[in-house]
């Protein structure tokens, strides 16, 4: 079992930066992938972006690419997603999520955290 905390969200103007940290325990994070997700009120869950167990591969969604950057830092246990240029639309509450596989749906996901929320004013 891999318990995950979701930390960094707050208020934010538009044009402004945070970083979402994930930490992982319960057990080691380095063979899982993990990946950001995001959801809005009445709004489905969507993908941010993904990054592969060793770090080496990354997908960002189109509509946050050039913008957002997700790493790791497996002795950390702990993966980040660096959000810069924030605009009103990114608004949401943002999931870490893990995974053996390295995959882009909702649905593949077996472990995810309570998430945390972004704002951004405009």
């Known amino acids: 079992q891999v318990q995950l905390v979701e930390s960094g969200g707050g208020l934010v103007q538009a044009g402004g930066s945070l970083r979402l940290s994930c930490a992982a325990s319960?057990?080691?994070?380095?063979?899982?992938?993990v990946a950001w997700f995001r959801q809005a009120p009445g709004k489905e869950r969507e993908f941010v972006a993904v990054?592969?167990?060793?770090?080496?591969?990354?997908v960002v969604a189109d509509s946050v690419k050039g913008r957002f950057t997700i790493s790791r830092d497996n002795a950390k246990n702990t993966v980040y997603l660096q959000m810069n240029s924030l605009k009103p639309e990114d608004t949401a509450v943002y999931y870490c999520?893990?995974?053996?596989?390295?995959?882009?749906?909702?649905?593949?996901?077996?472990?995810w955290g309570q998430g945390t929320q972004v704002t951004v004013s405009s």
């Open positions: 990054i592969s167990s060793s770090g080496a591969s990354t």
């Open positions: 999520a893990a995974n053996r596989a390295f995959r882009v749906q909702v649905r593949e996901y077996d472990y």
């Open positions: 319960g057990r080691t994070f380095s063979p899982y992938a």
